[in-house]
C-alpha cells in the first residue's frame, strides 16, 4: 500500500509504514518502507534511524543514497560524507553507485565545495551518450553544479543531455534490460525497438546481445 501512495500522499504512505511496521518490525523491508517514506515528508532523523536498522537488519548498503541524503537532511554534511566514503563503492550496484555519487556530491556543495562536487560526479556512469535509469539525475546534478561554478555554457548542455536521457528512457519504455544510444533528440521507437534520434536510427542494445564482447 506505501507503495502505491508514496507518490500522490507520502503522509498517508508513511502512516502505512508505521502501521506495518508495529506488528512486523523485524522484517528489513518494512523498515526500508518506513525510512522511505520518513525521507519523502522530510523526517530525516527517523528515516537515518530506520535506515540504519534495515541495514543491520539485511546487511545491504543499498540504501547508502540516501544514507547520505538523509544526514545531509539533518545539517550533517561531513557526516553524509564519512557515511559515503565508508563503503568500497565497487560492491556496489551501479545504480547505487551513481547515486551515491549524486549524494555526495550535494555534500560537497553544502561546504561550499563545488569544485570537489564536481568530481564527485567524474564517474564512469556519467556517460552523456548512453541513457540508463540513473542517467537525466546524473545529468542535472552535473548540470547544477557547473551552474554553481558559474561555467553556464557547459551546465546548459548538461541539462540539455538530462532531458534528452529522459525522453529516450521514455521512448523506450517496456523494453526491459535495455540501454539506449542517445545522440540527438529523440523522435520515437520504431517496431523493431529502436530509438529514431535526428542524425538517425541507432539501435536500443539487449544487456546481454554480443556477450563477452565489450561495450
Not at 554534511?77 to 551501479?94: F, I, K, N, Q, Y
Not at 549524494?103 to 556517460?127: K, N, V
Not at 557547459?154 to 540539455?160: K, L
Not at 545522440?183 to 539501435?203: C, K, N, Q, Y
Request: proline share 4%; hydrophobic share 45%; net charge negative.
Amino acid at each position: 500500500m506505501a507503495s502505491r501512495l508514496i507518490d500522490d500522499d507520502p503522509a498517508l504512505a508513511h502512516q502505512h509504514a508505521l502501521a506495518a511496521s508495529r506488528s512486523a518490525g523485524r522484517i528489513a523491508i518494512v523498515r526500508e518502507t518506513v525510512a522511505i517514506t520518513a525521507y519523502a515528508i522530510g523526517d530525516f532523523a527517523l528515516a537515518l534511524r530506520e535506515l540504519r536498522t534495515h541495514r543491520r537488519i539485511s546487511g545491504s548498503d543499498e540504501q547508502l543514497p540516501l544514507i547520505v541524503d538523509s544526514e545531509r537532511g539533518v545539517g550533517r554534511p561531513d557526516r553524509a560524507l564519512e557515511e559515503g566514503r565508508a563503503v568500497d563503492r565497487s560492491t556496489l550496484p551501479t545504480a547505487v553507485r551513481a547515486q551515491l555519487a549524486i549524494a555526495m556530491s550535494g555534500a560537497r556543495l553544502d561546504l561550499g565545495e563545488p569544485e570537489r562536487a564536481l568530481q564527485e560526479l567524474d564517474i564512469p556512469e556519467a556517460d552523456p551518450d548512453r541513457a540508463f535509469e540513473w542517467s537525466p539525475a546524473l545529468f542535472a546534478a552535473r548540470a547544477a553544479v557547473l551552474e554553481e561554478l558559474g561555467r553556464d555554457d557547459e551546465a546548459a548542455e548538461w541539462f540539455r543531455r538530462a532531458e534528452i536521457a529522459a525522453e529516450a528512457l521514455d521512448a523506450a519504455a517496456g523494453v526491459a534490460d535495455r540501454e539506449v544510444i542517445v545522440v540527438e533528440e529523440i523522435d520515437l521507437v520504431d517496431d523493431e525497438g529502436r530509438v529514431d534520434v535526428a542524425s538517425g536510427v541507432i539501435p536500443v542494445q539487449d544487456d546481454d546481445e554480443d556477450e563477452g564482447e565489450e561495450r
